[in-house]
């Protein structure tokens, strides 16, 4: 018989769950507790199958027939009730996922395989300047010119590094999504079409050699703070990326063997890289020891947790007077002109600089094989910096005599 209101509200709940039934594979299941929920038993493809319908009463006796017969009309066309059911539930999450849920996954799933520069710089770039502008957005509904409108606004800032790097970033976050099947196209492709002219390449600025003197002269003189100062001086003696310094926790390094190794996960080669420390660079390290040694970083900020910022030793020289003319990265190419000028072993220097090898049993060689003749190298470095330094000092007193 079919069931009528009255039946399924005077139905009291037994020690176990039973069921009353309607018709066309329509029943209500009474539960111990008392909940009553509506089902729809059916056979697809030979398997028996049940399919929730909604609890009673919030889904009245009527409105269960009529969804149990919207089933019925799916079975008659060869279509799953339950696989409909779930899909549709998967479209309409789909249809309500905003950008930012999508591309901070995306964010989450990629920078524990990424160097801590790249993780730092994408989050940043998120953050300031991708999530406020489309953040809110509904990932679906996101069109090719609203991409172009964001980075545009980028471009306009004069950052065209920051913008190209956001363009990658919206690419591989509408792959990410294309593979997790929440957006059916990528509407970032092809954004470099309308990307702003790329000003012509322009080296880190650095001084000479002859130079050295006079700037670190200006380094003892500025009213800067120590830790700048001597990460000033250590760039100058290793050679190492800025960020590779700043962010050097004390665990890397063995003073007593004037050892620096920095691990792959740290490098931009994503390869470990051992820095041959010179006697002055040692020094340097053994005075900040009494600095920041209870800390875990070597260039603790002020929150000693997090390192100096990166903009610190670039804002120092500019203080010194040297907008233009050095960056913490120009200490890099200077030394690279300057040994390649004294006739250095190229590979020597390409090593030092962390350079990446394309042969990658060759550059595993050379990473064992060259310390020692770097070690050497670096050595001799760092003691013609104190040499000229020590002509300039002399020719001063020189000059005031």
Avoid at 257 to 262: C, E, L, M, Q, R
Avoid at 304 to 315: A, H, Y
């Amino acid at each position: 018989m079919p069931l009528s209101d009255t039946t399924i509200r005077t139905a009291k709940p037994k020690d176990k769950l039973y069921r009353l039934t309607d018709a066309n594979g329509l029943c209500l299941e009474v539960a111990p507790t008392g909940s009553k929920l509506w089902r729809y038993r059916y056979r697809f493809n030979g398997s028996a199958k049940m399919l929730a319908l909604g609890a009673y009463p919030a889904v009245t006796l009527l409105k269960a027939r009529q969804r149990r017969d919207e089933a019925r009309n799916l079975l008659a066309e060869g279509t799953d009730p339950a696989e409909h059911k779930k899909a549709a539930k998967q479209a309409q999450k789909v249809d309500g996922l905003t950008f930012e849920t999508l591309a901070r996954e995306w964010y989450d799933y990629n920078s524990p395989r990424w160097a801590e520069a790249t993780a730092y710089k994408a989050k940043l770039y998120l953050d300031n300047d991708i999530i406020p502008g489309i953040g809110s957005r509904p990932i679906k509904t996101i069109t090719r010119p609203e991409l172009v409108e964001l980075v545009r606004s980028v471009e306009a800032r004069g950052t065209l590094n920051a913008a190209g790097k956001i363009r990658q970033w919206l690419h591989q976050i509408f792959r990410y999504g294309l593979a997790k099947g929440v957006v059916d196209a990528n509407p970032a492709t092809d954004l470099s079409v309308v990307a702003a002219p790329v000003k012509a390449a322009r080296h880190h600025p650095h001084v000479t050699f002859a130079e050295l003197p006079e700037l670190l002269g200006q380094c003892e003189a500025a009213n800067i703070h120590i830790l700048t100062r001597h990460a000033i001086r250590l760039l100058m003696l290793t050679a190492v990326r800025p960020g590779e310094l700043r962010q050097a926790p004390w665990a890397e390094f063995d003073l007593d063997a004037a050892t620096w190794t920095i691990p792959a996960e740290r490098m931009k080669a994503r390869r470990p890289h051992i820095v041959p420390l010179p006697r002055q660079a040692v020094a340097i390290l053994r005075q900040l020891q009494g600095v920041t040694g209870r800390y875990s970083l070597v260039f603790a900020g002020a929150n000693p947790e997090r390192p100096m910022s990166e903009n610190t030793v670039n804002k120092a020289l500019r203080l010194m007077g040297y907008e233009g003319r050095q960056t913490g990265h120009g200490f890099r190419h200077l030394l690279s002109t300057e040994l390649n000028g004294r006739g250095y072993n190229k590979d020597w220097i390409e090593r030092q600089l962390a350079h990446g090898d394309t042969d990658e049993i060759r550059g595993t060689y050379n990473h064992a094989a060259y310390v020692e003749q770097r070690r050497e190298m670096m050595q001799s470095w760092a003691d013609s910096i104190d040499a000229v330094c020590a002509g300039a000092n002399v020719v001063s007193i020189k000059r005031k005599a």
